[in-house]
């Protein structure tokens, strides 16, 4: 469900004064010693500065880890999180900054899933090839402290999708461990026309749910090959043609370039034409197939009961 949100609100005098009285911030001034611009950084972040004769507010806040902070004392989000938990985060956090939000105008937001895995969740990620009917192709972005794949992402994407190992994460971030558990998200970056009060709307947060379902529920996995009586060579010929779609000629156009930058040897180039030409000739028939693990069954269908479970039961527009 909705976590990290950044969100603008234009202020009135008295919601300033409201917001700035329930807490210390960072104040800085101006020559003439009015204020300029107030921080706050704690358990989410408020940025109010002016422009004009305006106010403007920008703020960040996780409400999944906001919601475990008000019910648990622990600003985590790797545990359970519904839409019922999101409206409840909401509610509470207008009442500790003292500020209605329903009308501030949505930057960013991430709309994610945990599910709990029996095998470690890099072993599920480095065989996730695409976004299923969205074909979008994962890219590996792992780094330091977690393993993870996105789709093509930046400033100018206003909405991709990512998938990472969430008990590295907190293990390496929080020092604990947690079982097993793989996380996906929906990211949206400036997205058009959205109030806060919309990301609380149940019809329109199953509209988010559903992009999410059509993107994550239908996951390509890397298919594992299975033999019958091949060598080791002939398995890597196969899963190569694999990678070219089986498609005749991208297999010869990748023979003949590999040959002549020097990746094949005059051999190496012969045996493979000539397994290609046995192969069309459907001389492999029945000896190999390509088949999806069941581990990776396994975690689509966590993934759809989570879905069921945390999100809305709206109707999407």
Same mark, same amino acid.
């Given at each position: 469900?909705?976590?990290? +949100?950044?969100?603008?609100?234009?202020?009135?005098?008295?919601?300033?004064?409201?917001?700035?009285?329930?807490?210390?911030?960072?104040?800085?001034?101006?020559?003439?010693?009015?204020?300029?611009?107030?921080?706050?950084?704690?358990?989410?972040?408020?940025?109010?500065?002016?422009?004009?004769?305006?106010?403007?507010?920008?703020? *960040? +806040?996780?409400?999944?880890?906001?919601?475990?902070?008000?019910?648990?004392?622990?600003?985590?989000?790797?545990?359970?999180?519904?839409? *019922?938990? #999101?409206?409840?985060?909401?509610?509470?956090? *207008?009442?500790?900054?003292?500020?209605?939000?329903?009308?501030?105008?949505?930057?960013?937001?991430?709309?994610?899933?945990?599910?709990?895995?029996?095998?470690?969740?890099?072993?599920?990620? %480095?065989?996730?090839?695409?976004?299923?009917?969205?074909?979008?192709?994962?890219?590996?972005?792992?780094?330091?402290?977690? !393993?993870?794949?996105?789709?093509?992402?930046?400033?100018? %994407?206003?909405?991709?999708?990512? +998938?990472?190992?969430?008990?590295?994460?907190?293990?390496?971030?929080?020092?604990?461990?947690?079982?097993?558990?793989?996380?996906?998200?929906?990211?949206?970056?400036?997205?058009?026309?959205?109030?806060?009060?919309?990301?609380?709307?149940?019809?329109?947060?199953? %509209?988010?749910?559903?992009?999410? *379902?059509?993107?994550?529920?239908?996951?390509?996995?890397?298919?594992?090959?299975?033999?019958?009586?091949?060598?080791?060579?002939?398995?890597?010929?196969?899963?190569?043609?694999?990678?070219?779609? !089986?498609? /005749?000629?991208?297999?010869?156009?990748?023979?003949?370039?590999?040959?002549?930058?020097? #990746?094949?040897?005059?051999?190496?180039?012969?045996?493979?034409?000539?397994?290609? @030409? %046995?192969?069309?000739?459907?001389?492999?028939?029945?000896?190999?197939? !390509?088949?999806?693990?069941?581990?990776?069954?396994?975690?689509?269908?966590?993934?759809?009961? @989570?879905?069921?479970?945390?999100?809305?039961?709206?109707?999407? /527009?």
């Amino acid at each position: 469900m909705y976590d990290l +949100v950044k969100l603008r609100k234009c202020l009135t005098s008295n919601e300033l004064k409201r917001i700035t009285e329930k807490r210390a911030f960072d104040v800085s001034y101006n020559e003439n010693g009015s204020p300029k611009e107030y921080r706050y950084k704690n358990k989410f972040y408020i940025r109010i500065y002016s422009k004009g004769v305006f106010w403007i507010m920008t703020f *960040e +806040v996780s409400l999944h880890k906001y919601f475990y902070y008000v019910t648990d004392n622990q600003y985590v989000n790797y545990k359970p999180f519904s839409f *019922e938990n #999101a409206l409840f985060a909401a509610k509470e956090l *207008e009442t500790d900054i003292g500020v209605n939000l329903s009308q501030a105008v949505v930057k960013y937001y991430e709309l994610g899933l945990n599910i709990m895995t029996d095998n470690e969740p890099k072993e599920y990620i %480095k065989q996730m090839v695409k976004v299923g009917k969205l074909d979008k192709t994962l890219i590996d972005n792992s780094f330091n402290y977690t !393993f993870e794949k996105l789709t093509e992402n930046g400033r100018y %994407k206003r909405t991709f999708y990512k +998938v990472y190992d969430k008990t590295h994460e907190v293990k390496e971030c929080l020092q604990i461990n947690i079982p097993f558990t793989l996380r996906f998200e929906l990211v949206r970056q400036r997205p058009e026309n959205k109030l806060f009060s919309d990301l609380l709307n149940p019809d329109l947060c199953a %509209k988010d749910c559903k992009e999410f *379902e059509t993107a994550f529920c239908n996951i390509e996995f890397e298919p594992i090959l299975k033999t019958f009586g091949l060598t080791s060579a002939q398995k890597e010929f196969l899963k190569e043609f694999y990678s070219l779609s !089986f498609d /005749p000629k991208a297999i010869q156009d990748k023979i003949k370039a590999d040959y002549k930058i020097g #990746a094949l040897t005059e051999k190496q180039r012969r045996t493979k034409r000539e397994f290609f @030409a %046995k192969w069309e000739n459907g001389e492999f028939y029945g000896k190999y197939d !390509f088949v999806i693990s069941d581990q990776s069954k396994e975690c689509i269908r966590l993934l759809i009961n @989570a879905l069921n479970k945390n999100c809305p039961k709206g109707q999407p /527009p």
